[in-house]
């Protein structure tokens, strides 16, 4: 054919084509010029968003992993995903290229709420000096050896509190979830400002709802996925309004009171970390997002041992087993002494096994990449987020034998911990981001969970099989929970 005979209109068609393939082509270009890691096939624009249930993400991420191999990629709208689902893979994030890979991704919210980024934690955007001296100042105030044993005691009252309130529910059917919470939120908070959070039991609901919608502000929205679009956005606005509103009303007139009569009648070393923000020039919005961040650590902890009680239920052995070995310690009043729980080999065993099958944060908090680097011989680019699928990694059939099974005795003889030193078990993390109070945490689980096994035992309602307990599971913000809220009957043990 003549290409002189072509008319106008078929130069106009082939220029629209070329225009419309070339981000296309360009797209897949780029993919292979950077050699990033193995992945499904990412539709321009969107990505990988449509073809999936991202409420299941636990499960879709995992598969993908059996396809697509330990290191993985895939596009959340103009995001770069990586995911490390193999402890090998892990160990390059978190140990190997720790400093590299160290960043945090802040939504959107956290440009129009600027003190965000000077008064969390856990998702500080870089590891930078305010950053290290928050980390600094929340160990040595909350979570050191020294300050654990600072309020030991109260964690004994809380717990004792706990157990009078379901001796009060005997042969009633009670929500655990919320019962685990309030105990826990009152711990926490009794560490930070020296007073209860939560003041009556009708009362959990409100403060579980407020805590997730603050954490829901934070979660990634549309013009996150593509920023590009940020001059339309509105969404973050609203959140921004939300946060502000919601951290204020938990705080506000705590700070307030200490602020208009500082404590200095009581003595430096019984001053709570309340008193060290005021005295470090904290303003009320940084104290008000920091004591919130911390404070949603309870919600972990509540989850886990949640998720300690359902496999008890299920496991009437292991039950029997846990229950013979707390009974050989000794009771402080009528709490059980936490000296003697952490030298119980089962319960430790226990403890690690509901862990490695129900991490409560199945992808930790997502890293992002301060700059591009090479891991397992491919590029992660900077900016990029990165996901370690402690999930994935606890059902691993290289490492673990009968990964599926619930099976506390695997830990009896190997050395596995869950600090950050073994990638093969992650519930918390590893290298310089790993969760700052996972001391705290086992010691509350460990705490809460025997108390619960040594003051009661516990029935399904209605005779429902234990064997048939639904053990399905919901994302709620970055928290892999029960879809279903344990009920479960106390029956107060003689």
């Not at 996925?225 to 959140?239: H, N, Q, T, V």
Request: charged share 20%; proline share 5%; glycine share 6%.
């Amino acid at each position: 054919m003549d290409i002189r005979s072509l008319d106008v209109g078929h130069y106009s068609c082939l220029f629209i084509s070329l225009l419309c393939l070339s981000p296309i082509l360009l797209f897949l270009f780029a993919q292979r010029k950077a050699r990033l890691p193995p992945g499904p096939f990412a539709w321009p624009v969107v990505g990988n968003i449509f073809g999936h249930d991202w409420r299941k993400a636990h499960l879709v991420l995992t598969k993908l992993a059996e396809s697509y191999g330990p290191l993985m990629s895939l596009r959340l709208g103009a995001r770069l995903v990586v995911v490390a689902s193999s402890p090998e893979a892990a160990r390059e994030i978190l140990k190997t290229h720790d400093r590299d890979l160290s960043g945090r991704y802040i939504p959107q919210i956290a440009n129009i709420v600027p003190e965000v980024h000077t008064s969390v934690i856990a998702v500080a955007t870089e590891c930078n000096d305010n950053w290290r001296f928050l980390r600094g100042s929340t160990h040595t105030g909350l979570f050191s050896a020294k300050a654990l044993e600072s309020y030991s005691q109260i964690r004994l009252e809380k717990a004792m509190e706990m157990l009078d309130f379901l001796g009060s529910k005997d042969g009633e059917v009670v929500n655990i979830a919320d019962i685990l919470f309030a105990t826990n939120a009152n711990i926490i908070a009794n560490a930070m400002v020296s007073q209860d959070i939560i003041v009556s039991w009708k009362n959990v609901g409100e403060l579980k709802g407020s805590i997730r919608k603050v954490f829901d502000c934070l979660n990634p929205g549309i013009v996150d996925l593509y920023p590009a679009i940020g001059a339309l956005d509105f969404w973050s606005e609203r959140k921004a309004a939300v946060y502000k509103q919601i951290t204020r009303a938990m705080w506000g007139d705590i700070v307030s009171r200490r602020r208009g009569g500082r404590r200095q009648d009581v003595a430096f070393s019984n001053r709570d970390f309340l008193d060290i923000l005021i005295e470090s020039s904290f303003n009320d919005n940084q104290i008000y997002y920091f004591l919130t961040e911390l404070l949603g650590s309870c919600v972990s902890v509540s989850t886990v041992t949640e998720w300690a009680m359902a496999e008890l239920i299920r496991n009437e052995e292991a039950f029997s087993k846990l229950r013979e070995e707390i009974m050989t310690i000794d009771v402080e009043g009528t709490a059980l002494s936490e000296k003697r729980l952490s030298s119980l080999p089962y319960l430790q065993a226990f403890i690690k096994e509901t862990l490695r099958l129900h991490p409560p944060d199945p992808f930790l908090v997502p890293r992002c990449a301060v700059q591009t680097c090479s891991v397992m011989n491919y590029q992660v680019p900077k900016n990029s987020l990165l996901l370690v699928n402690a999930y994935a990694i606890g059902r691993d059939e290289r490492t673990w034998e009968d990964p599926q099974i619930f099976k506390p005795e695997r830990f009896l003889s190997t050395n596995f911990d869950v600090k950050g030193s073994h990638c093969e078990l992650l519930p918390f993390g590893g290298g310089r981001r790993m969760c700052l109070g996972y001391p705290l945490a086992l010691k509350l689980i460990q705490l809460l969970l025997a108390s619960l096994v040594y003051g009661f035992d516990w029935f399904l309602p209605q005779g429902l099989d234990p064997a048939k307990l639904d053990m399905n599971k919901q994302f709620v913000g970055i928290t892999l929970r029960r879809e279903k809220p344990l009920s479960l009957i106390p029956k107060i043990r003689n």
